[in-house]
């Protein structure tokens, strides 16, 4: 990795758990899944994206564009009910060199084949990437 990564936790699917699916798995444990040491990471919510209303996308771009702004890549674990809406939303009010990257997954963390742990792996990737400077926010998915 060429630049720090934060990873910020939302909840959504990537950190479902258990028979009924709910977000429980903080961004320690998903970064743990996905076999990532030395990731800073910060809880920001524990919603699924059907859940995310318009102050919590604010909190979440508006936290992502700050961190990205301090330098640090930036990966944002989301629902992906309204991953897109939020990660625009990130876009309009981003315009650091750092890359926000959204991702989360199809498949509850507790769940065979789990997409998330590869999904996160690739989206730490590339927000420590040097060439993802300028990129801007960009979603990193399958």
């Known amino acids: 990795m060429e630049r720090e990564v934060l990873v910020l936790a939302t909840g959504g699917t990537i950190a479902m758990r258990g028979p009924r699916a709910v977000p ?17 990471s910060r809880e920001l919510l524990g919603v699924p994206g059907a ?25 944002v674990t989301h629902g992906t009910d309204t991953l897109e809406e939020t990660a625009m939303l990130c876009d309009l009010m981003h315009d650091g060199e750092a890359p926000v990257v959204f991702t989360g997954a199809i498949r509850p963390a507790s769940a065979p084949g789990a997409d998330g742990p590869a999904n996160l792996i690739d989206a730490v990737a590339v927000a420590g990437a040097g060439q993802a400077a300028g990129l801007g926010c960009v979603v990193v998915f399958a």
Request: no cysteine.
């Open 24 to 40: 429980s798995a903080g961004p320690s444990e998903l970064l743990d899944a996905a076999g990532l040491k030395g990731v800073e």
């Open 51 to 75: 859940h995310m209303g318009l102050e919590d996308a604010l909190l979440v771009a508006g936290t992502a564009a700050r961190e990205a702004a301090a330098g640090k890549g930036v990966v």
